[in-house]
């Protein structure tokens, strides 16, 4: 059985899970003729860092960081864009600074109603996603929608 998506969502982070995850969002719309949205969500506890005792966030930092991140998207929209065959109408990119988690499945996809949610498997070891979590463990079951996970 092929189901058919047309509202797309993958999640980028600049890791081998993700890039993979794009490969297979890109390949899916592609197949789908459907939009296709690219996220990038920064967490933001992940900016901040101790300096005194004092959690220290500097605004000029988090400026480049933005900069760079769009920087980032615009040229991953026109590489695929260029690469795979897909009109510039189905291609989206967006920046979004929050909790992962949250931003992806509580702000975004029921925002702009993707059927199909692909992330790339975690990369990090059982003892840190045990400590930390991971948005690859908690997304399917908590996801509104179809959730595809690449693996490697």
């Given at each position: 059985m092929t189901?058919n998506?047309?509202?797309?969502l993958?999640?980028v982070?600049?890791?081998?899970?993700a890039?993979r995850?794009?490969?297979?969002?890109?390949?899916?719309?592609?197949?789908?003729?459907?939009?296709?949205?690219?996220?990038?969500v920064?967490?933001?506890?992940?900016?901040?860092y101790?300096?005194?005792?004092?959690?220290v966030?500097d605004g000029?930092?988090?400026?480049?960081?933005?900069?760079s991140?769009?920087?980032?998207?615009?040229?991953?929209?026109e590489?695929?864009?260029?690469?795979?065959?897909?009109?510039?109408?189905?291609?989206f990119?967006?920046?979004?600074?929050?909790?992962?988690?949250?931003v992806?499945?509580?702000?975004?996809?029921?925002e702009?109603?993707?059927?199909?949610?692909?992330?790339?498997g975690?990369?990090?070891?059982?003892f840190?996603?045990?400590?930390?979590?991971?948005?690859?463990?908690y997304v399917?079951?908590a996801?509104?929608c179809?959730?595809?996970?690449?693996?490697?």
């Open positions: 189901l998506y047309q509202r797309i993958v999640a982070n600049k890791s081998a899970g890039d995850a794009l490969e297979k969002a890109v390949a899916t719309a592609k197949r789908n003729h459907a939009r296709l949205d690219i996220l990038r920064i967490d933001i506890n992940s900016l901040q101790e300096a005194g005792g004092q959690t966030i000029q930092d988090i400026y480049d960081i933005e900069q991140n769009e920087e980032f998207l615009t040229e991953l929209r590489k695929i864009l260029r690469n795979d065959g897909l009109d510039p109408e189905q291609v990119v967006h920046l979004r600074f929050g909790n992962p988690r949250t992806i499945l509580d702000d975004f996809q029921p702009y109603h993707n059927d199909l949610l692909v992330i790339g975690t990369e990090m070891s059982l840190k996603r045990m400590l930390a979590g991971s948005v690859t463990s399917p079951r996801a509104q179809d959730v595809l996970i690449t693996k490697k």
